[in-house]
């Protein structure tokens, strides 16, 4: 069984197990390419890095330099390794190598790739691996850490995810503005919003209609239709409406029934409550503690 080609090291300085920095150019991963001969020595693949270059769960084909990658072309994948990468058993890679001067090495006076290692999930970082040590001549192989086959997709998430944060908060500042969502709930809003997933999707019926969608498309499109709780700007009659917004205007429950009186220091933090309310667009408790002081 073949699989699609696998980036196994790339361009720039790397540290290898025993500790030594080695910087590698385009150049030199060419070499490394084009030194492979699959008929002096087959690179496998392996489970991690063993001390031997077995069992043998596959092998590397070819070694081709794109993008300043090392890149190997796989075949013979032991269908046990093709189910655990199916699962997610094995997500990073690692490379192994022959020095130069090494006395094994198929090719004296080039790097030469040994094997390669798949890590599981949850494989330490390249500082928690071990130096290798192999059977044959007692001398460990350069190995260097693992690259995370999965990176480039971690790198389009992360770039995904702030993208869907700054167009969910750009949303939430239109439904601040429309008077829909109150500012003191943005922030609480903009977290749940980020915790729903746009995989996960919903169904169900509504006015004799199926509604599908993604949940969290489904929460902001409820958010939009939510009626304005703050309303902006002046409205006719909405200083009587809201009694004590005008200084000259009547005390709050000047209209009382008969036997009833108004408490003035109450009609005063009520009426500079109503204010702070119109003002800040919060709701009118926290005007009310913003306004006393509390």
């Not at 729903?196 to 499109?221: I, P, Q, Y």
Request: hydrophobic residues 40%; proline residues 6%.
């Amino acid at each position: 069984m073949t699989m699609q080609p696998i980036e196994i090291f790339k361009v720039g300085t790397h540290t290898s197990m025993s500790g030594h920095p080695f910087t590698f150019t385009a150049e030199d991963l060419a070499k490394v390419a084009a030194a492979y001969a699959p008929d002096a020595h087959k690179a496998p693949l392996v489970i991690g890095h063993p001390k031997l270059d077995d069992p043998a769960y596959g092998w590397v084909e070819s070694l081709e330099v794109r993008g300043g990658s090392l890149w190997a072309e796989v075949d013979g994948l032991d269908p046990d390794l093709v189910e655990a990468i199916k699962a997610g058993r094995y997500k990073n890679v690692s490379a192994a190598f022959y020095a130069p001067d090494d006395a094994n090495n198929p090719a004296p006076g080039a790097m030469y790739l040994r094997h390669v290692g798949f890590l599981g999930a949850t494989a330490p970082a390249l500082k928690g691996l071990k130096p290798v040590a192999f059977a044959d001549d007692g001398r460990a192989a350069l190995v260097f850490g693992e690259i995370d086959a999965s990176a480039r997709e971690r790198s389009l998430g992360e770039r995904e995810r702030s993208i869907r944060r700054r167009e969910t908060e750009l949303e939430l500042d239109g439904l601040i503005r429309q008077g829909r969502v109150l500012p003191c709930h943005r922030e609480r809003l903009l977290a749940f919003s980020e915790a729903l997933s746009d995989t996960t999707r919903l169904a169900f019926s509504e006015h004799g209609e199926t509604v599908e969608g993604g949940v969290r498309e489904m929460f902001l499109d409820y958010l939009r239709a939510c009626p304005p709780v703050v309303m902006f700007g002046e409205m006719p009659g909405i200083r009587d409406k809201l009694p004590g917004l005008d200084d000259d205007a009547a005390p709050a429950g000047a209209n009382l029934p008969k036997g009833y009186a108004v408490d003035s220091g109450r009609a005063d933090l009520h009426r500079r409550a109503v204010a702070y309310q119109h003002e800040h667009g919060t709701d009118y408790r926290t005007a009310v503690i913003a306004v006393s002081g509390r």
